[in-house]
């Protein structure tokens, strides 16, 4: 076991972040170690990894963030990468960021409901928040090159999801199998119902608010069909700056593990030509909001702050879990979630986690009133 490589602690290692992550991990043994790792409730699979890598596994449905905890104390990590799916991922961070580790972050959960919490505990003991997030990566790398002194915009791009030309009326009528049938990115369940809706790049957004310090107003989504532009920047001069390589979950990883060196890897380098016919089309377009109105709605509690962002974030995981569940269709989604930031005032701000908790679960439970059982 060489000091010289930096030691990698995995939270939601059976997921598609985690797996990402593992495979990094096997393809740069030279550089970095996996010094222990995490699952909800594979079990099984959880063994298995720990067996290969060698190294103490918690499983956080039983041992819950207290395993966590244990872990981090055992393995001493250089960095840590956060895969967890949802809110449940909001704890483990902050147990990082107390600890004074650095966070390379895929849960935008996290920064959405306690993005100015988290913010003051890596001040406080000295942790870096590296965001993994494809698009989050690519605006750090930006904002880092360009200067955020400089910055006048930040553009998000967005895939459209399987329903980017899908006419509202055909809308109505899909299904949960129709929604997991993402063109250009293999994820988790809800992130991938949360792309079709445009919800997660509604999250993105107040993410992306939060991370980088700038108005609602100076983002700007636009679809970008190929996802081979991650986000780009616009500069005060105009001039519009962007990151490109290949839909890969590896990418963004891999930059936050390197952090801040930019190293050679295993993976293939970018090359906008290297395509079956040699051609390689790039267009964009403006996010339907009328059709897909998450989008509209995650603007407005990025705009609004307080606890708003909580409520969006919280209603929407009890929408989509309806969903997949079939207890409401496709479109009443952004319609429950609509009803749930409007109908009630969320102006309290947050000052700690429990503050943070009680927004979330009063959310999760006029969320609920809104189903029809």
Request: glycine residues 6%; aromatic residues 6%.
């Amino acid at each position: 076991m060489s000091d010289s490589k930096k030691k990698i602690l995995v939270l939601g290692c059976t997921g598609s972040i985690g797996t990402s992550t593992l495979d990094i991990l096997r393809n740069e043994k030279n550089r970095f170690e996996c010094c222990g790792l995490s699952a909800n409730s594979k079990k099984t699979e959880l063994e298995n990894l720990s067996k290969e890598f060698n190294c103490p596994f918690t499983l956080t449905k039983t041992d819950g963030i207290d395993g966590i905890k244990r872990l981090i104390d055992e393995t001493k990590p250089d960095i840590v990468v956060n895969g967890i799916a949802g809110s449940a991922g909001l704890k483990p961070s902050m147990t990082v960021l107390d600890a004074g580790i650095d966070l390379a972050l895929a849960n935008k959960e996290t920064v959405v409901m306690a993005g100015p919490l988290m913010f003051e505990a890596a001040k406080k003991s000295g942790s870096r928040i590296l965001p993994v997030d494809s698009e989050h990566s690519a605006i750090f790398t930006l904002v880092n090159s360009c200067g955020k002194e400089n910055i006048d915009k930040i553009v998000i791009t967005a895939s459209g999801g399987p329903f980017r030309t899908f006419p509202r009326e055909k809308l109505k009528s899909v299904t949960i199998q129709d929604a997991l049938k993402h063109p250009t990115w293999d994820m988790g369940v809800k992130i991938t119902i949360d792309s079709a809706t445009l919800g997660n790049k509604g999250l993105e957004v107040i993410e992306a608010v939060r991370l980088f310090d700038v108005r609602a107003e100076q983002v700007q989504v636009v679809v970008h069909p190929q996802s081979v532009i991650h986000s780009l920047v616009q500069t005060k001069d105009g001039i519009v700056y962007g990151q490109f390589s290949e839909p890969d979950m590896k990418h963004p990883i891999l930059q936050a593990l390197d952090w801040p060196e930019i190293l050679p890897s295993f993976m293939k380098p970018f090359d906008l030509t290297d395509t079956l016919d040699g051609t390689r089309t790039l267009t964009f377009e403006k996010p339907r909001t009328d059709d897909f109105p998450m989008l509209s709605l995650a603007f407005e509690c990025a705009k609004k702050s307080a606890s708003y962002p909580i409520v969006f974030n919280a209603a929407n995981e009890v929408a989509v879990q309806a969903f997949i569940e079939n207890k409401i269709g496709f479109l009443e989604i952004a319609e429950l979630v609509k009803n749930v930031i409007h109908k009630y005032e969320w102006t309290k701000i947050p000052r700690d986690l429990s503050d943070v908790f009680e927004a979330d679960k009063l959310a999760r439970e006029k969320s609920k009133e809104q189903i029809i059982h």
